[in-house]
């Protein structure tokens, strides 16, 4: 059947399920992944997983305009007058939901390795779900722009307590020897490498977009830059989140004009593209793991959401920040999808093989993201409409 | 390769492809069907044929969005807007067309059913490429008036010839063994019916849940989703998606125009990336190496021949029979060679609709694709200078023209008062007075001996003085003169000088013959200025609006 078919009524259907939410005063997105859960294989079966993965490249695409959005949102202003603040933020938030979750964790099975694993997953945000929130309900203030700023920047560091943790864990349960350097090596190639090429790209398209006159190239053009970083990140194994970011921040800062015109044209075909997006991630929740889940998957939600909520607190409190941003910063970030999933895939790649207990903590972890996914997924949009609702940022951006 | 990276790359060198083109002044979409022949297996081979295949949702995304815009295009407005003259010339230029190079091809190659297909892209005529030299040289008259119409909906009259051809065609090609009434008459109809019965139900079900959709954003989405859904229906049930779009625009547009409207912008912005590299993926298509077959090369010519003659023939035989000026019988033909989208969207989706009839269905395809994407080579490159000989020849160049074009073409010393008196920085007040009683004007320039600027008096700086008339011998100009501020200069841009105007707010500046000197040769005053470029204006455009009447009447 044509593929085109179900692009339209995954549009359609994620429409009308958007529309639904927002009856209930949730945001969009909630919908959208609803009217996925229900066509997807868990329920109705009208996409199959094959067919899934066939569009899967809208994955790639709406990951990679969130960042960039998201990068164009980041001001070098911001980033002076906060800086310090956000990078502490993201240092405790990160490492709030990281320990609280490995303390959890320890409490119940009493094995390292698994501690330090399921600790590894919980600091990856998922930009999208907050990020696509703040735009629905015209988002801005202080609170906002941290949000922006905090969901970017904390993948960097989730990988690269996922690579610690890993290789630590790995000491725990086969033993031998590691260097520091080997571990540190990896991510900081995906983490650099990103940067650098997102912001060589994000000064090559600045030049060439300031010379476009006609709006319809800008779009044309800074769609194309996009695609390329999302291409060339996926070549060399760079996280496309932060390529695209940087391409975004570059572009932002650097160029000024050119990118205000490069940021209206992106967003004006966004909708579309999101909603795809979010019925895809809908499908792909198995909503059949919920109940399996387990002691252990509760442990992981309550662990990591207080984990975040408190980081954040305590971050933005010794940083003195604004009052709303320490109260509802940690809220706005529950968010976790398709990082976090890319980590668990790791884990089956890195221990499937380390003998029966490397296989059953792969089982173990890539089903209890799944299942816990479903829940962030649905209550980190709705927390984030919460925070800047509160934090009174709704409806200020014009 | 990933194919986000190839699809960002098409996008990118197909608009730096267009833009360098653009400078050449040659049509963009040949710049972007030259960097698709480029990445083409015939040359790099990065866009390879396995990769384009791949890329089939696009293409067809990008055919739906073509027609979805030409049907919306027809509204009852649009319908009402013509006089009954201009449908005189379209239909005729249109079919006329159609005729001659079905007639002329089926002649050559003896297969009719390729004869209708071809005829039918021939009626096509490409706005874009056409508007932008009306744009270009400012052309009014009507000349332009005729063209603008004729070219905004003879795409959709381009459709629906293809329409009937392409569902004849089909059952000439696949039932040549069981030729009868029955199946030449009914199976085009059926498949006409099953194509717009989609449109149709696809377009009331979208106006009807228009109704619920209040914001803006959401009714594009919306549009896009009927229009990806339509096309994805029409494949499913084997109907022609781009017949189906057609009348799902047609739909729309006229029973819910106010919604239609809004989201029409939406669609313009959405639609560059997906155009561009829709023509990149045509260019990697194309097959340069097929026109060593002399045959086919002979088909090319043929239809470039028959399609100009149609045109040319076609407008001649309309712009007779309906009156039009002589101008627009003479020239009309000629601005109608251009091809582009319209056309060689015609030539994916007979290729895509043929391919599935089996080997034969295909290589009608790829002939046609190949044929149609060479000769838009030629009229591109030759269109646009034909355009442009014509409007010259019909003399509606640079009519159309706003103050600011004006503004734009003019030098300060062009315009500026050369009937200006000077006042010496020695002379006395009431001298001064006397110069001021003379002449018509409320600025003087003062000069010295060495008829150097060296100040300006102007009725309000004098006003001061007269209380004491007993100074009136005393009082020099150099006493009373305020220093000058900012000159201009004869070989300035008149443009400069209102900016000046604006930024300083003052209406008066003297001219000095070249940049840095003192000697003043002229002065500007805003208000006799703006006069004097309305002068001009009315100059241009003289008498053209009578005749534009006679023309619409």
Redesign the interface.
């Known amino acids: 059947?044509?593929?085109?078919?179900?692009?339209?009524?995954a549009?359609?259907f994620g429409?009308i399920g958007g529309?639904f939410s927002n009856r209930f005063k949730f945001p969009g997105v909630v919908g959208y992944l609803f009217a996925g859960l229900i066509l997807g294989p868990s329920i109705f079966k009208i996409f199959s997983l094959e067919l899934l993965d066939k569009i899967g490249?809208f994955n790639?695409?709406a990951l990679?305009i969130v960042a960039f959005i998201i990068g164009s949102e980041i001001r070098m202003t911001t980033l002076r007058e906060m800086g310090k603040g956000i990078m502490t933020i993201i240092f405790t938030e990160s490492f709030g939901a990281f320990l609280l979750v490995a303390l959890g964790v320890y409490l119940l099975t009493h094995k390292l390795y698994m501690a330090l694993i399921f600790g590894a997953m919980a600091p990856a945000s998922a930009p999208a779900g907050t990020a696509v929130v703040l735009q629905e309900y015209k988002a801005k203030g202080p609170l906002t722009n941290a949000l922006y700023t905090v969901v970017g920047l904390d993948d960097g560091l989730a990988i690269m307590i996922y690579a610690f943790a890993a290789a630590l864990a790995k000491l725990f349960l086969i033993g031998g020897t590691v260097s520091f350097l080997n571990i540190v090596e990896g991510p900081l190639i995906e983490i650099l490498g990103a940067i650098v090429l997102g912001g060589l790209m994000g000064i090559a398209f600045g030049y060439?977009i300031r010379?476009?006159k006609g709006?319809?190239?800008v779009?044309?053009?800074s769609?194309?830059?996009?695609?390329?970083?999302?291409?060339?990140s996926?070549?060399f194994h760079l996280s496309l989140i932060l390529s695209n970011l940087s391409l975004g921040m570059v572009f932002a800062n650097l160029f000024l004009l050119a990118n205000r015109r490069a940021y209206q044209?992106i967003q004006?075909?966004t909708?579309?593209i999101y909603?795809i997006f979010f019925v895809i991630a809908g499908a792909h929740l198995q909503i059949k793991l919920l109940p399996v889940m387990g002691f252990l998957g509760l442990i992981y939600i309550i662990c990591r959401a207080s984990g975040l909520i408190g980081g954040a607190f305590f971050g933005a409190t010794i940083s003195k920040q604004d009052p709303a941003i320490r109260k509802y910063l940690g809220l706005g970030i529950l968010s976790q999808a398709g990082v976090a999933i890319g980590l668990a895939i790791l884990v089956t790649r890195e221990f499937g093989s380390l003998g029966k207990a490397g296989q059953d903590l792969a089982v173990l972890v890539i089903n209890t993201i799944a299942a816990t996914t479903i829940i962030f997924e649905i209550i980190g949009p709705i927390a984030t409409k919460f925070a800047i609702s509160k934090a009174g940022e709704m409806n200020k951006a014009k | 390769m990933n194919i986000l990276f190839l699809v960002g790359i098409a996008i990118f060198l197909g608009a730096f492809g267009g833009k360098i083109f653009q400078r050449f002044k040659i049509p963009q979409v040949v710049g972007y069907i030259i960097i698709g022949v480029l990445l083409g297996e015939s040359a790099l081979g990065i866009l390879k044929q396995s990769t384009i295949e791949a890329f089939t949702p696009i293409i067809n995304v990008a055919l739906g969005l073509i027609g979805f815009r030409i049907g919306v295009e027809l509204n009852r407005e649009v319908f009402r807007k013509y006089g009954r003259s201009i449908y005189t010339i379209l239909f005729s230029e249109g079919l006329f067309t159609f005729f001659v190079v079905t007639l002329l091809v089926t002649l050559i190659t003896k297969k009719f059913y390729l004869g209708l297909l071809l005829g039918a892209l021939a009626s096509a005529t490409a706005p874009a490429a056409t508007t932008d030299v009306l744009w270009e040289y400012k052309t009014r008259g009507p000349l332009t008036t005729i063209l603008q119409a004729i070219v905004a909906l003879d795409d959709g009259l381009s459709l629906i010839i293809y329409g009937f051809a392409s569902v004849f065609a089909k059952s000439l090609l696949s039932s040549e063994a069981s030729f009868t009434l029955l199946h030449s008459v009914g199976v085009p109809l059926f498949e006409l019916g099953k194509s717009c019965s989609i449109g149709v139900g696809m377009g009331y079900i979208l106006c009807k849940l228009f109704r619920y959709i209040k914001d803006k954003e959401y009714s594009f989405s919306f549009v896009i989703a009927a229009i990806i859904l339509t096309i994805g229906a029409s494949i499913l049930l084997e109907a022609d998606f781009l017949l189906s779009v057609l009348v799902l625009g047609i739909v729309v547009t006229n029973l819910s125009p106010q919604e239609c409207r809004k989201i029409t912008g939406g669609i313009e912005r959405f639609s560059p990336p997906i155009y561009i590299l829709f023509f990149v993926l045509v260019g990697a298509r194309l097959q340069p190496r097929l026109f060593l077959n002399t045959s086919i090369a002979l088909l090319a010519v043929a239809y470039l021949i028959g399609r100009s003659f149609g045109k040319m023939m076609g407008a001649w035989g309309g712009a007779f029979f309906s009156k039009a000026r002589k101008t627009v019988r003479k020239y009309l033909g000629l601005c109608l060679f251009s091809q582009a989208g319209v056309a060689i969207g015609l030539a994916m989706v007979i290729y895509h609709n043929f391919s599935l009839l089996g080997p034969e269905g295909k290589e009608v395809g790829i002939l046609i694709i190949n044929v149609i994407t060479a000769t838009t080579f030629v009229v591109q490159l030759i269109g646009p200078p034909c355009v442009k000989f014509a409007v010259t020849k019909a003399d509606e160049v640079w009519r159309n023209i706003t103050e600011e074009d004006i503004v734009e073409s003019y030098r300060v010393g062009e315009l500026m008062r050369r009937d200006f008196s000077l006042i010496r920085e020695d002379a006395t007040l009431d001298k001064i007075i006397k110069t001021i009683k003379e002449r018509e004007s409320y600025h003087f320039p003062v000069v010295n001996n060495q008829n150097e600027l060296v100040g300006l008096i102007s009725l309000g700086s004098l006003r001061s003085t007269f209380l004491e008339e007993q100074l009136n011998q005393i009082i020099l100009a150099k006493d009373v003169a305020i220093p000058v501020g900012r000159v201009l200069y004869q070989e300035q841009p008149l443009k400069e000088a209102f900016e000046i105007f604006d930024r300083r707010q003052i209406d008066y500046l003297p001219v000095v013959q070249t940049k840095g000197s003192k000697k003043v040769v002229g002065i500007v005053e805003y208000h006799s200025l703006i006069e004097s470029i309305n002068r001009k204006l009315f100059e241009r455009q003289q008498g053209l609006d009578e005749e534009l009447k006679k023309a619409e009447g």
């Open positions: 059947m044509d593929i085109l078919f179900f692009i339209g009524i549009i359609i429409f529309k490249v790639d695409l990679g060439f010379k476009l709006k319809d190239e779009l044309a053009v769609l194309a830059a996009i695609l390329i970083c999302i291409g060339v996926k070549y044209a004006s075909i909708l579309p909603i």
